[in-house]
């Protein structure tokens, strides 16, 4: 089953592909940039998308890194996984950081990330004086071993 996302294309996006998936079970769609960006080496810069979204209540969208991008050139999403909440109704923009050694560029059109879409429960904080006992209890980082 697919979800519908209302999309809305900016100005600066026209011509541009919408997000999509790039074979039959991939879980995220791949993004293009909607600029020629070039990236420094430790540079952040939030790459403009030329859409808005409207995300239904009770889901996010999660932008993470491509791997092939990660590993040739260290272009990684410093806010990892990025989020995308359902009611932010401006620019998506995805969030870049060059963590390799050399001047990264991007073009117009270019696939930078993917974004996956994600189901969402909201909590609501309900305030106790002690919490139940676990075999756990307050062991952690690293606790059972390597
Ligand atoms: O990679 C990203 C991350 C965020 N956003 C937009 C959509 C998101 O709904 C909004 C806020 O993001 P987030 O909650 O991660 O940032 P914040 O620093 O908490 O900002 P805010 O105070 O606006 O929530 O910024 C993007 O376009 N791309
Ligand atoms: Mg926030």
Same mark, same amino acid.
């Given at each position: 089953? #697919?979800? #519908?996302?209302?999309? #809305?294309? $900016?100005?600066?996006?026209?011509?541009?592909?919408?997000?999509?998936? &790039?074979?039959?079970?991939?879980?995220?769609?791949?993004?293009?940039?909607?600029?020629?960006?070039?990236?420094?080496?430790? !540079?952040?810069?939030?790459?403009?998308? @030329?859409?808005?979204?409207? +995300?239904?209540?009770?889901?996010? =969208? !999660?932008?993470?890194?491509?791997?092939?991008? &990660? *590993? #040739?050139?260290?272009? &990684?999403?410093?806010? &990892?996984?990025?989020?995308?909440?359902?009611?932010?109704?401006?620019?998506?923009?995805?969030?870049?950081?060059? *963590? @390799?050694?050399?001047?990264?560029?991007?073009?117009?059109?270019?696939? =930078?990330?993917?974004? +996956?879409?994600?189901?969402?429960?909201?909590?609501?904080?309900?305030?106790?004086?002690? $919490?139940?006992?676990? !075999?756990?209890?307050?062991? @952690?980082?690293?606790?059972?071993? +390597?």
């Amino acid at each position: 089953m #697919k979800i #519908k996302l209302e999309i #809305k294309r $900016l100005p600066h996006g026209a011509n541009l592909p919408f997000p999509s998936y &790039a074979s039959e079970g991939a879980a995220g769609m791949d993004v293009v940039s909607a600029e020629d960006v070039i990236l420094q080496p430790m !540079q952040r810069y939030p790459v403009k998308t @030329g859409f808005a979204v409207a +995300i239904p209540n009770g889901y996010e =969208i !999660q932008v993470r890194a491509r791997s092939g991008l &990660a *590993l #040739k050139h260290g272009i &990684a999403c410093p806010n &990892a996984p990025g989020t995308i909440d359902s009611d932010y109704r401006g620019e998506v923009k995805i969030l870049l950081i060059n *963590l @390799g050694n050399e001047a990264f560029e991007i073009k117009r059109g270019d696939r =930078i990330a993917q974004l +996956i879409l994600a189901s969402v429960t909201q909590a609501v904080f309900c305030e106790v004086t002690d $919490l139940d006992d676990t !075999q756990r209890g307050h062991n @952690g980082f690293g606790s059972t071993g +390597i």
